[in-house]
């Protein structure tokens, strides 16, 4: 996990870029010193990018059951109060995917503002059965995509482009593929994004989607 700090329409933008297959409680302890930041070093804008690339994963759920892969046992109780912090933030809070991405990824995108997506990410989501979405992230899901879209992620899994995923209400804002990147994710302007007093109207929690599919902030 690497962070970075700089300047946007005068405002501080704390980038935390993801690169890690799994979401271990490390990086979960991690994420938690992160908000501490937010929350006292007066961070106006938080953006938590998710990179991956065309083979692996990047934000998985590790397995279900505890194992020598998760040792913590409060493991997806404290990965549910991270979220749950990160939707309470008095800043704006933006996900950002490129490449191929996983459950975990996702589930972080819900407790966000917007939801942002380079051309060529990919929405890596495995079915319950895999263990891919554990706790608040089975409530919330249906809340954005509709409980029929949500009944067929559960029970077979899904692995949405992300015109897909934008449809469902997943992704919000797709990087123009024609930019000079290639349609590799560019880190958002965030002033630009989303004005000032915005926040909390996309947030799972925070009066977020309502059920049915395709609701965007």
């Given amino acids: 996990m690497l962070t970075g700090i700089d300047e946007g ?68 109780a404290r990965w549910d109060e991270m979220l749950s912090r990160v939707s309470r933030l008095k800043a704006k809070t933006f996900a950002a995917y490129d ?10 995108g819900l407790v966000m503002d917007l939801r942002l ?12 059965s895999e263990g891919r979405f554990p706790g608040m992230a089975a409530y919330w899901l249906p809340k954005f995509v509709g409980l029929g879209h949500a009944r067929r992620i559960f029970l077979l899994g899904e692995d949405l482009a992300a015109a897909q995923a934008s449809r469902l209400g997943l992704v919000d804002v797709i990087e123009d593929p024609g930019n000079a990147g290639g349609g590799v994710l ?19 929690g925070q009066g977020g989607p ?8």
């Avoid at 979401?23 to 501490?36: C, F, G, H, T």
């Avoid at 997506?117 to 319950?128: D, H, K, N, V, Y």
């Avoid at 309502?210 to 902030?217: E, L, R």
């Fill in 9 to 76: 329409d005068g405002e501080r933008v704390l980038r935390v870029r993801v690169h890690e297959a799994t979401i271990d409680a490390e990086l979960i302890s991690a994420l938690q010193s992160v908000l501490d930041d937010v929350e006292h070093g007066g961070i106006e804008n938080l953006v938590l990018q998710f990179s991956g690339d065309a083979d692996s994963v990047t934000g998985e759920f590790p397995p279900l059951l505890p194992g020598p892969a998760r040792s913590d046992m409060r493991y997806f």
């Fill in 99 to 108: 490449g191929r991405v996983g459950a975990a990824a996702v589930h972080a």
């Fill in 117 to 128: 997506s380079s051309a060529r990410a990919r929405l890596s989501l495995g079915s319950l």
């Fill in 186 to 204: 560019h880190p958002p302007d965030p002033g630009r994004l989303l004005p000032a007093g915005a926040c909390g109207s996309g947030r799972a």
């Fill in 210 to 217: 309502v059920q049915g599919g395709n609701a965007k902030p």
